[in-house]
């Protein structure tokens, strides 16, 4: 998630500190401060719209364990919430934009799209609605609602049943809670809860924006009246802590109503802005691509028998490895991925092995922001952890730097220790 692999002279020169110029995949971004908050913005002229991504500092390690879902209901109702008699989410629409959000570890983030001559009044909108949102027992019976749907169906999808799990293993505190909360302590959310948290969350320090896309210059000032019209006061600090994953490798069961057994191992991971964070990007993709079938086209999670995602939406990092078993025999599958996580850390890859999975995992990463939200998101989140304003051209860059020796160390820093996730069919008792 690099085009160009490391040949033999050049990884001598690499390893005694020369590092070849990066090359520029992304238009160049660059930080504006806005006064009252900061926006990173990559141009592209040749985009027909605009994305802009809100970040607001109150995500999952903001929220308490026993006030799970608080911030998925805020941001339900702030969308709902009634702009010159128009929900917000109509509203937008109406003027030929769209808005949506996400809640992560770090963040609940919303983006914004829309034409570069619409975007800064769909932003200038939203600050309307961000700055009064309506708490009424209506609109959060109606938010708690729609959650309590999204939940009951996120419950049939065995790899974010798998990857929960292990976030819940791993990370203490708020983060390793589900993102959009659980049934019952929404269920006992109130309209007193919702404002406490948006009160001690939604204030302007705790606001930064980041754009791609085709935007106007009037976006800048939309985004500082914005963050503007929210209260003063600190971001409140967080305990950013994970548990020790113990060497016994503990496996969590869990049974849903899903036609395949599903396999999750979940490791520790370094932060975007570690030394570390290029050779986890291509141990990403090795252990992807280990067992994958070759493909002409792009393959969709459900039709993978071995994926990885790297989570660094919450701090520490962690990066996790599904076997899909209506793909692969699972059992094997997972004894194969462990075999290769440990042959890492005998000997360096060879400088042809190191070139293809650098070629992977450079693909990757830019399939991975070929939209307007992800690349928007990937700038702020990426930034926000140390990558600097132009975080995703970094981020190929710390990728296109790693040497054979920074794979090894690092597979042997962090695959070591690992978390085993299962979701099996209700009628499979074992695995």
């Not at 009064?132 to 974010?160: H, K, M, V, Y």
């Not at 042997?412 to 978390?419: A, F, P, S, V």
């Amino acid at each position: 998630m690099i085009r160009f692999g490391v040949p033999l002279t050049l990884a001598a020169s690499l390893l005694i500190g020369a590092a070849p110029a990066p090359a520029q995949r992304y238009p160049q971004a660059f930080a504006t401060d806005l006064g009252v908050t900061r926006l990173i913005a990559e141009t592209d002229a040749d985009a027909p719209v605009g994305g802009v991504q809100i970040f607001v500092a109150a995500g999952l390690d903001r929220q308490p364990p026993n006030r799970s879902g608080v911030s998925a209901l805020v941001a339900e109702c702030v969308l709902a919430t009634p702009v010159d008699g128009t929900p917000l989410r109509d509203a937008i629409a109406a003027r030929g934009g769209s808005v949506s959000y996400t809640v992560d570890g770090r963040s609940v983030h919303y983006y914004l799209e829309a034409s570069p001559d619409r975007l800064p009044a769909a932003v200038t909108l939203f600050g309307r609605a961000l700055a009064a949102p309506d708490f009424s027992s209506a609109t959060i019976a109606a938010a708690r609602a729609a959650l309590t749907e999204r939940i009951d169906q996120a419950q049939g999808n065995a790899l974010a049943v798998g990857i929960q799990m292990f976030r819940q293993a791993y990370y203490t505190g708020g983060s390793g809670m589900p993102a959009l909360g659980m049934t019952t302590t929404i269920a006992q959310l109130g309209p007193s809860d919702v404002r406490a948290f948006y009160a001690a969350t939604y204030v302007r320090s705790a606001i930064t924006a980041s754009a791609a896309g085709r935007t106007s210059a009037d976006l800048g000032s939309a985004l500082a009246t914005l963050a503007g019209g929210l209260g003063s006061g600190p971001v409140s600090a967080v305990d950013e802590r994970a548990r020790a994953i113990p060497v016994s490798a503990p496996r969590i069961v869990a049974h849903r109503d899903v036609a395949a057994p599903w396999i999750v191992v979940g490791y520790a991971a370094p932060s975007p802005g570690s030394k570390d964070f290029g050779a986890m990007l291509v141990l990403q993709s090795l252990l992807a691509g280990a067992f994958e079938r070759s493909s002409t086209t792009s393959l969709g999670f459900v039709e993978k028998s071995v994926g990885a995602f790297y989570l660094y939406d919450s701090s520490p990092a962690s990066l996790v490895v599904y076997v899909n078993g209506s793909e692969t025999e699972p059992t094997m599958a997972l004894r194969g991925l462990l075999l290769v996580s440990r042959s890492l850390t005998l000997k360096p890859l060879g400088a042809d092995a190191l070139k293809r999975f650098k070629a992977a995992a450079e693909g990757q990463f830019l399939t991975d922001s070929v939209n307007l939200s992800d690349r928007s998101y990937l700038l702020g989140t990426l930034s926000a952890q140390g990558l600097g304003p132009d975080s995703i051209n970094g981020a190929l860059a710390a990728l296109e730097n790693t040497t054979p020796l920074d794979v090894q160390r690092v597979a042997k820093k962090y695959l070591q220790r690992y978390i085993v996730a299962l979701v099996l069919p209700r009628q499979n008792q074992s695995l």
